[in-house]
Every structure is written in structure tokens, then in C-alpha cells.
């Protein structure tokens, strides 16, 4: 069983910066890829990042140039490096263990999400 805490999150100014971690239990952080999802209230969850376990990252078109997402396998978090940050960046942010490189049957994981809210 792994476990993923997130922190990081607060009350930023437009154009502040934040850095999210997430850190995992268990020793097999390496071999996931990682993610981080937000969901802003009354909408659906969406992607903002993703990194493979071999480092390549993808970004969605809304985040692009602003956000960056990296990993640290030995200290087995993720980090989610925030800048420019916009008051439509407001949202709760979920960092998720994906397994789509693996196997069939290895599980995904989830956060329990950290509140970021851009507003002056």
C-alpha cells in the first residue's frame, strides 16, 4: 500500500509563485509515473502535469511555461513548481501515482489534495 500526502498549498497573489510536494510511502515510488490533477469547485478534475519514471514531462496548454514538474526518486516526492500563478489557477490539487507504465493490475494512488487559491 502506498500513500501519497501532498503540501504546499495557500494563498499566493497573481503572478506569486508556489511549490507543491508530494511525497509517497513505500519504496516503489520510482517505478510510477506521477501526476498532478486540480479540481477547481463545480468542475471536473483535470490534468496539469505528468512526469514518467524516466523524467519526461507533459504539460496541459493551460500551464505550459509556467508550471514545472519534477521528481526526486531517493526522497520518493514529487514536486509541482507554480509560477505566475492566475487567479483561475485556484484550486485544490491532487497528486496521483499512475500506473499506466506498469503491468496490468498494479494500482493507482491518490492524494488527499492541498488548497491553492490565487486572489488578491
Known amino acids: 500500500q502506498v500513500q501519497l500526502v501532498e503540501s504546499g498549498g495557500g494563498l499566493v497573489q497573481p503572478g506569486g509563485s508556489l511549490r507543491l510536494s508530494c511525497t509517497a510511502s513505500?519504496?516503489?515510488?520510482?517505478?510510477?509515473?506521477m501526476g498532478w490533477y486540480r479540481q477547481a469547485p463545480g468542475k471536473q478534475r483535470e490534468l496539469v502535469a505528468t512526469?514518467?519514471?524516466?523524467?519526461?514531462?507533459n504539460y496541459s496548454d493551460s500551464v505550459k511555461g509556467r508550471f514545472t514538474i519534477s521528481r526526486d526518486d531517493y526522497k520518493h516526492t514529487a514536486y509541482l513548481q507554480m509560477n505566475t500563478l492566475k487567479p483561475e489557477d485556484t484550486a485544490v490539487y491532487y497528486c496521483?501515482?499512475?500506473?499506466?507504465?506498469?503491468?496490468?493490475?498494479?494500482?493507482?494512488?491518490w492524494g488527499q489534495g492541498t488548497q491553492v487559491t490565487v486572489s488578491s
Open positions: 513505500g519504496h516503489i515510488f520510482s517505478i510510477y509515473a
Open positions: 512526469i514518467t519514471s524516466g523524467g519526461l514531462t
Open positions: 496521483n501515482a499512475d500506473p499506466s507504465e506498469l503491468p496490468t493490475g498494479w494500482p493507482a494512488y
